[in-house]
């Protein structure tokens, strides 16, 4: 049986680029994968028929010669590895299926196990992100603030510049892997690759490590900074300070510092969102008579607030603009007054005998409680019946 034209198997032009071949193999080795085609039984033998072209295609000179002499500059060597017209050896037939499918590997599968493509290794990883949590006070996430921290982190280190190492000469290749940070080995049908356990996947290795930071390029050390915190954060707000992090290895670049605010409950506002709750005790003679009542603000000023007469516990009273400023857009809160009328204790014999005289003269002047009452006797009327 004829051999199928290679630009056809792939699905590629005659002529087709470097580029345009990988894509088109690529396309054809993730359709075609036995794996992705249990039910279907050619599909391993058309994935090898992908592969053995993509070995020929790819390679310039090897690819010169199938343009020019088709299938046949590659007859009387398949599988014997000896010299064909041109001088080519090796390959054809089924093909060196690791070499081909090693070129397309980080393509198909670098993003998922956290490769990096076109080959070389971590040579200067960057630094982990970090995390600091700070606490402010309700006041000063009303007015904003610039605040300094002490953020323990590792700094590059003074004594190799960050090299690793000693006298700051660079580091040399990692004759293991030469520099890729990871090593192929086959298993099977599938070529795996893995970090490098000579350089830990960094590429490269320290001969002379700096006795400072002992080959890490980086130190442990505490960094004064000043942060912004902007008028209206709350609790869950997170500021993020580019490059304060922590320091890459061996010259990588620094992390990000991320600070976490939470903001501390206070004594008598109590925060949802944009607004601002207060509870205000009021004494039984003004909740029935009414009165001026005077109320603490967040700015440290005071609000005066009328209370009507005949007010109960719980009853709300709005201050417009007295709450939260907006963080991002909006206008600013309100501050939400609730009423809380207390109940005196320590009474005196004087005041026990004007409340019993208020008592005989109030029995028309408790609304709610007539009517809790009168329902409470039907409820136990029916329960007799």
């Known amino acids: 049986m004829a ?3 290679y630009y056809e198997t792939l699905g590629v032009a005659k002529g087709a680029s470097a580029d ?20 279907n039984p050619n599909a391993e033998a058309q994935f090898k028929e992908a592969n053995e072209a993509y070995e020929v295609l790819k390679d310039p000179e090897k690819k010169a010669a199938y343009d020019r002499y088709g299938h046949a500059a590659f007859e009387g060597g398949m599988g014997g590895g000896g010299q064909r017209p041109g001088g080519f050896g090796g390959g054809g037939g089924q093909g ?40 402010i006070t309700l006041e000063d996430a009303y007015r904003g603030m610039q605040k300094s921290i002490n953020v323990p982190t590792s700094v590059a280190c003074d004594s190799c510049s ?43 290795i320290v001969k002379n490590p700096c006795k400072s930071c002992r080959g890490a390029g980086r130190v442990e050390k505490d960094r004064a900074l000043s942060v912004n915190i902007p008028a209206g954060v709350e609790t869950g707000t997170r500021i993020r300070l580019a490059g304060e992090g922590e320091a890459g290895m061996r010259g990588g670049p620094t992390g ?70 907006p963080l991002r857009g909006g206008g600013t809160g309100d501050m939400i007054i609730e009423l809380a009328v207390e109940t005196p204790v320590n009474l005196t014999s004087r005041q026990k005998e004007l ?21 409470v006797k039907s409820f136990w009327d029916s329960m007799k019946g």
């Open 20 to 39: 345009e071949i990988k894509k088109g193999y690529r396309t054809k080795a993730k359709e075609l994968h036995p794996d992705r085609n249990a039910d």
């Open 162 to 204: 960050g090299s690793g190492s000693e006298g700051g000469a660079e580091p040399t290749t990692c004759p293991t892997c030469s520099g890729m940070g990871k090593v192929r080995a086959q298993q099977g049908f599938f070529t795996v690759e893995r970090t490098c356990p000579t350089c830990s996947g960094m590429g490269q």
């Open 96 to 135: 060196d299926f690791s070499s081909a499918f090693s070129d397309v590997f980080d393509d198909l599968f670098g993003d998922f196990m956290g490769g990096q493509r076109g080959g070389g290794g971590r040579r200067a990883a960057r630094g982990a992100d970090l995390r600091y949590n700070l606490g």
């Open 256 to 325: 990000d510092l991320y600070i976490f605010i939470e903001v501390q409950e206070h004594k008598l506002f109590e925060r949802d969102g944009p607004n601002l709750f207060c509870r205000v005790p009021v004494s039984m003679s003004t909740a029935a008579l009414g009165g001026s009542i005077e109320v603490p603000t967040i700015d440290g000023g005071r609000g005066r607030v009328q209370i009507p007469a005949g007010s109960q516990s719980g009853r709300q009273m709005r201050l417009r603009g007295k709450g939260m400023p």
């Open 3 to 5: 051999k199928r034209d």
């Open 355 to 375: 409340l019993q005289e208020f008592e005989k003269e109030s029995s028309n002047n408790n609304p709610e409680s007539s009517s809790f009452f009168s329902s």
